[in-house]
């Protein structure tokens, strides 16, 4: 039987896969549990498994700006660790990464070879994360890039945009940050089929499928709550100065899936309309 570890097991992410894999041999290590930045602590969790899903990672984008050797010790030296360990127990290795790892500066989707081109602290720290899996175990190991992750078990935008709506006639939302809006129960499902077709090694963008903008999101919310999507007025990333620039197109592409023979992420529209009739974004 399969053995499973989930690194990071008490975030959005890490609780989801546990339903997901559900019925199975799983040990779910939270923060408290298991410091991926402890090369010894690591050896001893991975032993005995052969399947390891790092959903572990510092993701305050902003405080990495004036922290980036804490975000570099969980975002580059805990998947070092992780690989390191599974490579020794031929063990299967999926880290989790993001589009921060590019710019934002193309105008169609970003392939999985596109070659890091980071702009942030978070970002840089990411991408050496990457590198390190691939190094050290990437002839098992999966990369699975996300973007935009909303879910049940943590905060997100379309539940801001909902308690936002009770209390102001208006609201502002960019139009020029350009994604995927993305439901972890969706990523945690794909990640399962990714391990269960044993699929190649290699890169996978794991996003649900189409294009939006903040501004096309919290329309279709506004939508699916019955509230008047009029009420959301278009807005650029000038009026919202943050410490750490956000990539302006985070669209990744999915030609990997296909590759491997599966079906990548069905739309986003239909997620989140499945994730709203699910309570995902209620308030109270």
Not at 5 to 29: F, N, Y
Not at 82 to 102: E, G, M, N
Not at 215 to 231: I, K, N, Y
Request: hydrophobic content about 45%; charged content about 20%; glycine content about 8%.
């Amino acid at each position: 039987m399969t053995r499973y570890l989930i690194t990071g097991a008490t975030g959005m992410l890490g609780r989801d896969l546990q339903t997901a894999l559900a019925g199975r041999d799983v040990t779910a290590l939270g923060r408290s549990d298991l410091d991926v930045t402890d090369q010894g602590a690591v050896k001893t969790a991975v032993a005995g498994h052969d399947v390891i899903i790092n959903c572990a990672a510092y993701t305050k984008v902003d405080d990495a700006e004036t922290n980036e050797d804490e975000a570099f010790a969980v975002n580059a030296v805990g998947p070092y660790n992780l690989a390191v360990a599974a490579s020794a127990l031929r063990a299967k290795l999926v880290q989790i990464s993001t589009d921060y790892v590019f710019d934002g500066s193309a105008t169609t989707p970003y392939a999985e070879n596109t070659v890091h081109s980071p702009i942030s602290a978070y970002g840089r720290t990411k991408a050496a994360g990457e590198e390190f899996v691939q190094v050290e175990n990437g002839s098992r190991s999966y990369i699975v890039r996300t973007a935009w992750l909303y879910g049940k078990n943590g905060p997100n935008f379309a539940k801001t945009m909902l308690k936002a709506a009770a209390t102001r006639d208006t609201l502002s939302v960019v139009t020029d940050q350009v994604g995927q809006p993305t439901w972890t129960v969706d990523l945690a499902a794909q990640i399962v089929l990714l391990l269960d077709n044993d699929a190649p090694a290699g890169i996978y963008h794991g996003t649900n499928s189409g294009i939006a903008s903040k501004f096309d999101q919290a329309r279709d919310v506004f939508a699916l709550a019955g509230l008047d999507p009029e009420r959301i007025k278009p807005t650029d990333s000038s009026a919202f100065v943050l410490p750490a620039p956000r990539p302006a197109y985070s669209v990744l592409g999915h030609a990997n899936w296909a590759a491997a023979g599966l079906e990548p992420m069905r739309s986003w529209q239909s997620a989140q309309a499945e994730a709203f009739a699910a309570g995902v974004f209620e308030t109270a």
